[in-house]
């Protein structure tokens, strides 16, 4: 075991550490002033921001293309919050393969209200993922927003499938509400390699934001 103590005047201070073996790294960092960090570390999962687009308007659908979500990382993050130009609607979600958008019956779903179990939602064949509970009024402020996590992206030995966790405004009582939710591609497709998620409403999107993580 070794112990180092570095400083370093204001300027560029740079650092290698090579090490192999079983080994544990401790370490306190103190910083003044303006400091710019810079290099990855590795060996550490982590989540990379792949996209942010915060101005997702007016369209019908929203691709997440391969340019995104591809080989390069097996699990994915997606944060979004999505207003809907209509009323009384709900949102669904499809992937891609191939680069193409995937319409038939072979979505799988199940939603949950939290703290009622009894308003739980499934649907198994369907063409698209149900991604909250209750549909959204368009009042001023309503949306529904929430994280999910996509697995199994690149398998084509088990089913993509993702889970997650959202809230929406009910309509049409505006009444708060929280979703947990999952959904899974049928096993008949578990050789299908996604590399595309579409969001969309029955109407359009108002307005909202969109962030894609990788998961390493």
Do not use: C
């Not at 401790?26 to 550490?44: E, H």
């Not at 999962?45 to 308007?57: C, H, I, Q, R, Y």
């Not at 340019?67 to 609607?89: F, K, R």
Request: charge should be negative.
């Amino acid at each position: 075991p070794s112990t180092s103590n570095l400083q370093a005047a204001a300027g560029t201070f740079t650092s290698t550490l090579g090490v192999t073996g079983a080994t544990t790294l401790s370490s306190t960092l103190a910083v003044t002033g303006a400091t710019t960090f810079s290099g990855t570390v590795t060996g550490a999962g982590s989540m990379v921001k792949l996209l942010e687009d915060t101005d997702p308007t007016g369209d019908t659908y929203y691709d997440i293309s391969s340019t995104y979500i591809n080989s390069t990382y097996d699990s994915y993050e997606i944060e979004y919050i999505l207003q809907s130009a209509s009323d009384n609607d709900h949102l669904y979600a499809r992937v891609f393969v191939g680069g193409t958008v995937q319409t038939g019956s072979i979505y799988n779903h199940t939603i949950s209200s939290q703290g009622d179990t009894s308003n739980d939602a499934d649907g198994t064949g369907q063409t698209a993922f149900r991604i909250n509970r209750f549909s959204q009024g368009n009042e001023d402020g309503a949306f529904i927003g929430g994280r999910m996590r996509l697995q199994n992206v690149n398998s084509t030995t088990l089913p993509y499938f993702h889970t997650g966790m959202g809230i929406s405004w009910r309509y049409p009582s505006a009444q708060y509400t929280g979703t947990s939710f999952s959904g899974s591609l049928s096993l008949a497709n578990k050789a299908d390699v996604v590399n595309g998620i579409q969001f969309y409403y029955n109407g359009s999107i108002a307005s909202g934001l969109i962030r894609v993580y990788g998961i390493q």
